[in-house]
């Protein structure tokens, strides 16, 4: 079946503007992470939805990032009022079973946010 | 909190030699699973190879192997008869109960480079 879909791919936008990122997981995957990189550097955990219980919110750097997911398929990262210090690879991954430590993350190709 | 240590910034392999990406980590989690993602220029994260803290055996899938040695706590991956294709980033990851199922800590990672 299909992967993790990810949109835009690429996205500019000027400082200060609001940003949607969109993510598809896997059909039947009741886990949805976000995940931020920054250039040469490694994965930052943002939030993690499972199922119905409350997500994860502990990575978000701060309140202008927020995350929704509709039931357990699409999810929007919403970043508001856009620093160039958010300029990075915002990758989506989703996983059978979140509550499972051996469930493997599927990650998407990711949104590459350039902020000018 | 759990921490995963890549400690190697950058390798070189010849082609059709072996090499040993090394990983530690630090959990008071009695259960928990370890992970190998590889990272092509491209920029997706591919899953590679899965090692839980119960399994008694090494991982193996293809020519990757992990390395397990839980009271060292490290989780070396071995690629062996290393090709140009595996040349990428390679990431050490861990999900335990301590940090919450979903937050899959990430190593800074290891650049490898294969040479013909």
């Known amino acids: 079946g299909a992967g993790v879909s990810q949109s835009p791919s690429n996205k500019v936008t000027e400082k200060g503007k609001d940003v949607e990122l969109r993510c598809d997981p896997i059909s039947g995957h009741t886990a949805l992470y976000w995940y931020r990189q920054r250039l040469g550097q490694g994965l930052e955990f943002l939030i993690y939805?499972?199922?119905?219980?409350?997500?994860?919110k502990s990575g978000l750097p701060s309140d202008r990032f927020s995350a929704e997911r509709t039931g357990e398929s699409v999810s929007t990262l919403t970043i508001q009022r856009t620093q160039q210090e958010d300029s990075a690879v915002y990758l989506c991954?989703?996983?059978?079973?979140?509550?499972?430590?051996?469930?493997?993350?599927?990650f998407g190709n990711g949104t590459r946010l350039t902020v000018t | 909190a759990q921490k995963i240590t890549q400690t190697q910034p950058g390798m070189f392999v010849q082609e059709k030699e072996a090499v040993t990406l090394d990983c530690t980590y630090d959990t008071s989690d009695q259960s928990y699973g370890l992970f190998w993602y590889k990272q092509p220029s491209s920029g997706e994260m591919i899953f590679l190879i899965y090692?839980?803290?119960?399994?008694?055996q090494n991982a193996t899938e293809g020519r990757y192997s992990l390395n397990f040695q839980k009271a060292r706590k490290s989780a070396n991956l071995v690629i062996s008869a290393s090709q140009l294709g595996d040349s990428a980033m390679y990431f050490c990851a861990m999900r335990g109960r301590t940090d919450s199922w979903g937050k899959l800590q990430f190593g800074a990672g290891t650049q490898v480079v294969v040479t013909p």
């Open positions: 939805f499972q199922g119905n219980s409350a997500p994860d």
């Open positions: 090692q839980g803290s119960y399994d008694e």
């Open positions: 991954a989703s996983s059978s079973q979140g509550n499972s430590y051996n469930s493997p993350l599927h």
